[in-house]
């Protein structure tokens, strides 16, 4: 290696380091900083300046302008209730590093030292800038990172879905009401508790929380990483505003095969044999969730639609509309945004005719 890349090597490693301090550098002042100014505030921890021009460029972002209007309205749409929502919707695991990374074990701290305060702010404004408007988070998430700044500092609209995490049935309504509180939009009820209950034998506390959320106004979800959950909701003629089930082919290399594959394993310590759960799978039976949910009159978020990262953008997303989801919800960094709406779009266009008719 040349002293010259070396050194910009070392330049690039020790501005990434210094990430974690921008959140707090930039929280000083609620103003957008001019270009010039922001070196001083934040030169250590965005890489380029491209990366700081971009940061005061979404700061001053205007959504309500005609031309971004405009470009927001290219984004394919779809209703939740009375939520006119993009069918591409935020993730909520990079924000809070679940990265579901297998054996890499580095990834989430990566993650973590890139996804600070401000660059997750930064990618929701960029997302809205080009049509996805909601994001899916946990209460802890909110306050964890303080996203009520992108509301109140930035001049964001985003529509917080949230992800109401516990399997404490006694405890839900606290937590739903927390969520609200905060300012959340839509709820569901965690795909974790759906499943964990199903398993139990518990099914009675899945119509507990569906009632529970029902009772307040607001768009309601229930959420499983199993079909059998849905299932059951279906056969008990349950009526939620909507779905969210994973999505996804098994296809590729980290796939265990089918005859290994246990309900609960996602629950369970991660298995040391290749042919057995390595937090690598979210679709069981993809053939079988398809074909079920193709008569479920109600609209359907698919989500690990690239089995965190083991399937290409492209292929997952197409793979996820055509068989019948009318949304994706998808974890991004603030650059994967503008590719993943342009393959949204690509793949709704494309899947126009599929069997599961759109909502």
Not at 57 to 62: E, G, P, S, W
Request: glycine share 6%; aromatic share 10%.
């Amino acid at each position: 290696m040349s002293q010259e890349n070396a050194a910009t090597r070392r330049q690039f490693l020790g501005a990434l380091g210094a990430l974690p301090t921008f959140g707090a550098s930039a929280q000083a002042s609620a103003t957008p900083p001019a270009a010039d100014s922001l070196d001083a505030a934040a030169g250590a921890a965005l890489v380029s300046r491209a990366d700081r021009l971009e940061y005061v460029r979404l700061r001053k972002l205007d959504l309500t302008a005609p031309e971004t209007v405009a470009r927001q309205q290219q984004m394919p749409a779809g209703r939740i209730k009375d939520l006119r929502l993009g069918r591409l919707i935020g993730g909520s695991n990079l924000i809070g590093t679940n990265m579901h990374a297998r054996d890499l074990k580095y990834v989430n701290a990566l993650s973590r030292n890139y996804n600070t305060e401000d660059r997750v702010l930064m990618t929701m404004k960029l997302s809205e800038e080009y049509g996805s408007n909601a994001i899916i988070l946990k209460h802890t998430n909110f306050r964890q990172l303080r996203l009520s700044r992108y509301w109140d500092e930035w001049g964001g609209k985003m529509r917080w879905i949230a992800d109401v995490i516990t399997t404490d049935i006694d405890r839900y309504e606290k937590l739903l009401a927390e969520h609200l509180e905060l300012g959340a939009a839509a709820a569901y009820l965690w795909g974790g508790a759906s499943d964990i209950w199903y398993h139990q034998g518990k099914q009675d506390n899945i119509i507990r929380a569906f009632e529970i959320m029902k009772a307040y106004d607001i768009p309601v979800g229930i959420c499983a990483h199993r079909l059998e959950p849905i299932a059951f909701c279906v056969k008990q003629g349950l009526t939620p505003d909507f779905y969210m089930l994973t999505l996804h082919h098994d296809r590729y290399w980290s796939a265990h095969p089918k005859e290994k594959r246990r309900f609960s394993e996602m629950y369970e310590p991660d298995s040391p044999h290749h042919d057995e759960y390595h937090d690598n799978m979210f679709c069981h039976e993809h053939e079988r969730t398809i074909e079920f949910m193709r008569d479920v009159p109600v609209p359907w978020i698919a989500f690990k639609v690239m089995a965190a990262g083991a399937i290409p953008a492209q292929e997952g997303i197409r793979f996820a509309f055509e068989n019948g989801a009318d949304f994706v919800c998808l974890g991004m960094f603030d650059w994967q945004v503008r590719e993943d709406v342009e393959l949204v779009k690509q793949a709704v266009a494309a899947t126009q005719n599929r069997p599961r008719r759109w909502f």
